[in-house]
Nanobody, 115 residues
Framework: QVQLVESGGGLVQPGGSLRLSCAAS????????MRWYRQAQGKERELVAG????????NYADSVKGRFTISRDNAKNTGYLQMNNLKPEDTAVYYC????????WGQGTQVTVSS
């Protein structure tokens, strides 16, 4: 079955960096687009970044452009989100998502940006 497992979240000071990982299994990862979303407490889930199946195309929310980089390693069935210059408003639970017929989500990883 399709499984997505996020990791790499944590507590970081403003201006710091984190690298999130999304380990995929149960499907041919290299065939599908992958997205990262986030959901802050009391807010709706929002799209952060997306990457095409081969990695040749990426897109970002305006709020993270120039600070976040989405990437993938299809040989390792893993996607990544490098987050630099983090701000308190980046605090949220981050989820990876793929659509393999249905939409699948990981369990999420908490990112907290605070001094």
């Amino acid at each position: 079955q399709v499984q997505l497992v996020e990791s790499g979240g944590g507590l970081v000071q403003p201006g710091g960096s984190l690298r999130l990982s999304c380990a995929a299994s149960g499907f041919t990862f290299s065939w599908y687009r992958m997205r990262w979303y986030r959901q802050a407490q009391g807010k709706e889930r929002e799209l952060v970044a997306g990457i095409s199946s081969t990695g040749g195309y990426t897109n970002y929310a305006d709020s993270v452009k120039g600070r976040f980089t989405i990437s993938r390693d299809n040989a390792k069935n893993t996607g990544y989100l490098q987050m630099n210059n983090l701000k308190p408003e980046d605090t949220a639970v981050y989820y990876c998502n793929v659509e393999v017929g249905l939409s699948y989500w990981g369990q999420g990883t908490q990112v907290t940006v605070s001094s």
